[in-house]
């Protein structure tokens, strides 16, 4: 091994250190947030905060800036070298990164089936029990939830190494066919929500977070199996 | 699964470069991954790609890839 190979080795452990202590990071600031919310809607619940524009704005504003608070410290705590964003750094560390992706993209989808689920509950609760915040909080949070996951699917806001990483082009191949897998689930999902909207609007509305969270994980769901079978023929 | 249409030469190409897979990724600014799928013939490089791949290995892109002799009839 070269010294400049050493030298990449030694760049590529600090900043696997780092990216540790930034997953912590995130992780730690997701618990936040969710404790924030559950207290803050609680906390609403007890005092019988009334539902007003300005009361959900707040609500909403209060767990948002916590997430992006906890999430920018995170990532200034742990920035990486300058020297650590050269592409040839990147490239080296490709396969662990992008078998970390391909892993995430097939077991996300499971979390955001989780969240589905929670904000179906929350809008059956919703449409039957009248507009409570707490109902309405969690109803709405599977909107975040996906906004987080289309990011992580399309590298939309991505910067650094990972950007590599979807610009790869046997990566964007991948999504490309993920996306036109997806278009059908997608539309599997709208129809059969319209249908349930014929028979009862009530359940298009409750069915549509666990419908959409099914259509658009697709592409995601097809993005790891085709890399895996690109590892495999490979 | 690889397409039959294409006979890719990358490997032999690189190969006789004295260059690693890694390496290869490297100069032309992709994955290791993109080179091995399509030294394998699982994923078909784009015109870019390809040039680039050319360029690396200081051969013409007909030396890496040829068209298969019956390709037109599998197309």
Do not use: C
């Not at chain 1, 948002?64 to 920018?72: E, K, T, Y």
């Not at chain 1, 993209?105 to 029990?129: C, D, E, K, Q």
């Amino acid at each position: 091994m070269s010294a400049a190979d050493e030298a990449d080795e030694r760049i590529i452990a600090d900043m696997r250190a780092r990216l540790r202590l930034r997953a912590l990071g995130i992780g730690l600031t997701a618990v936040a947030v969710l404790v924030t919310m559950v207290g803050l809607a609680v906390g609403a619940h007890m005092i019988a905060l009334p539902l007003r524009w300005w009361s959900i704005a707040l609500l909403t504003a209060i767990p948002a800036l916590v997430g992006l608070g906890g999430v920018a410290l995170s990532f200034r705590v742990t920035r990486l070298p300058p020297e650590a964003l050269t592409e040839r750094i990147a490239l080296r560390d490709s396969d662990r990164v992008q078998r970390i992706l391909a892993r995430l993209y097939l077991f996300y989808p499971f979390i955001l089936g989780l969240f589905a689920f929670n904000s179906a509950t929350a809008a059956y609760r919703v449409l039957h029990h009248g507009w409570r915040t707490f109902d309405v909080i969690v109803s709405v949070s599977f909107l975040v939830n996906m906004g987080f996951y289309v990011m992580l699917l399309t590298g939309w806001r991505v910067g650094g190494r990972s950007r590599l990483f979807y610009q790869d082009e046997l990566f964007r191949s991948f999504r490309t066919q993920g996306y036109a897998i997806g278009f059908w689930g997608v539309l599997a999902g709208v129809l059969l929500v319209f249908v349930l909207g014929l028979a009862r609007p009530a359940w298009a509305v409750e069915a549509l977070p666990v419908l959409i969270a099914v259509g658009v994980s697709v592409p995601a769901a097809t993005v790891a199996l085709l890399n895996r079978r690109a590892e495999r023929d490979a | 699964m690889p397409d039959r249409r294409l006979v890719v030469h990358l490997k032999a190409a690189r190969v006789a470069a004295g260059l690693t897979q890694a390496e290869l990724a490297l100069k032309v600014g992709v994955t290791r991954k993109t080179i091995n799928t399509v030294e394998n013939g699982v994923f078909i490089p784009s015109t870019v790609l390809a040039l680039g791949l050319a360029r690396a290995l200081g051969v013409t892109v007909e030396a890496l890839f040829s068209l298969a002799a019956d390709w037109s009839r599998e197309a």
